[in-house]
């Protein structure tokens, strides 16, 4: 049927689709993203190493200007106590230290092998000006650097959680379905014969009358004739779907990044 050739002849356009084009495209595509995502990760170890490598004094010197206004307060607040909400520490410019506080403050506040002058405890009982604020401020930002530092340093030693692709599995798949359709129809006919017959008989009238009496007869015929109606259809299916699934199985490990220690 004609449906069946037009499904064939669209299966012949099958290697304009491309099918190959895009398997490899996904295949590269996916081992591109792979050397990225170790590229970012081998950048931050990189970087990593970098920060711990400096001296403690050098790391809160590039870093200490990171720690945000809100750090500041919480740590204050942590080691004070907060004001009423909860949210600001329950100490300003204008308060009081008291012995006990200053001396709880510069517990926290103590940075060692820093070169930092006094170790960093610059908290004083009595009232806390501006200056005083300001340089507690300052040394609530080296405690925290501090920290960063020491955390950064106890990474390294310990090695870092690292995103590796153990195996994995690229599928790629095509689906090709031709569609073609034919139809074809007998139209039906009806047809009508009709004959009209006229008889007539002319009679005598006899003694009854001089003139000529007729009587007459008549028929009527009528045939119809239908042909029957033939209907043939061919239908098939054309759809072309292109499929692309990637599995990738991960697992976790640690590298170690400090080789020196231990």
């Known amino acids: 049927m004609a449906g069946s050739k037009e499904a064939v002849e669209l299966a012949t356009h099958l290697p304009e689709i491309g099918f190959p084009e895009f398997t490899t495209k996904l295949v590269s595509d996916v081992f591109d993203s792979l050397i990225a995502s170790n590229?970012?990760?081998?950048?931050?170890y990189v970087e990593l190493l970098k920060q711990t490598g400096k001296t403690?004094?050098?790391?809160?010197?590039?870093?200490?200007?990171?720690?945000?206004?809100e750090m500041l307060l919480q740590f204050l607040g942590k080691v004070l106590g907060a004001d009423s909400d909860n949210?600001?520490?329950?100490?300003?410019?204008?308060?009081?230290?008291?012995?006990p506080q200053a001396s709880a403050l510069n517990d926290a506040l103590e940075v060692k092998d820093a070169d930092i002058t006094s170790d960093n405890k610059v908290a004083a009982a009595g009232n806390v000006t501006e200056n005083k604020f300001q340089s507690i401020l300052d040394a609530i930002a080296n405690r925290l650097a501090a920290d960063k530092y020491t955390l950064l340093k106890e990474m390294v030693r310990q090695g870092l959680l690292r995103l590796v692709v153990?195996?994995?599995?690229?599928?790629t798949r095509l689906t090709f379905n031709t569609y073609g359709s034919s139809y074809y129809q007998n139209r039906s006919t009806d047809y009508n014969r009709k004959d009209f017959n006229f008889r007539a008989k002319a009679k005598t009238g006899g003694l009854l009358s001089g003139w000529v009496k007729a009587s007459a007869s008549t028929s009527y015929n009528s045939v119809k004739v239908s042909t029957a109606t033939k209907t043939d259809i061919d239908r098939s299916s054309s759809s072309v779907q292109i499929y692309g699934r990637v599995y990738i199985n991960f697992k976790t490990d640690y590298l170690p990044l400090d080789q020196d220690e231990g």
């Open 87 to 99: 949210e600001r520490p329950d100490i300003k410019v204008g308060d009081s230290l008291s012995a």
């Open 166 to 171: 153990e195996n994995g599995e690229i599928e």
């Open 56 to 69: 403690l004094k050098d790391f809160i010197n590039d870093t200490r200007d990171d720690i945000s206004g």
């Open 39 to 44: 590229l970012r990760q081998t950048e931050a």
